[in-house]
């Protein structure tokens, strides 16, 4: 079992890109970039408190308007290594809901 946790940011509203299936690494690089710095700030007292009882932690992080699922809004993972204390490993998905309940 991996421990874990889970974090909402509010949607950038200067964002501008693609979306859904016409989005690219680079319409979704600025949202990771802001996703990672947020969890580097939130995971600095983690690490500390579970450093020697795991190996990762993995994060969940939302970006969304207010809840709104229905405009662009980005889901993050990252892996988190304890003893590195730093993220290894991230997945970023980024799509409109309408688009994603139709796939």
Known sequence: MT????FSLPFPKDWSGNSGWNS????????VSLGDAFLRRMLRGVAKAAHGKVDVITIGLDM?????LKRPHVELV???DVSLGKIVRG?????????????
């Open 91 to 103: 997945l970023a998905n980024h799509t409109p809901y309408p688009a994603k309940k139709e796939t």
């Open 3 to 6: 421990p874990g946790g889970f």
């Open 64 to 68: 969304n308007e207010n809840g709104d």
């Open 78 to 80: 990252a892996v988190f």
């Open 24 to 31: 690219t690494v680079l319409d979704i690089k600025p949202l």
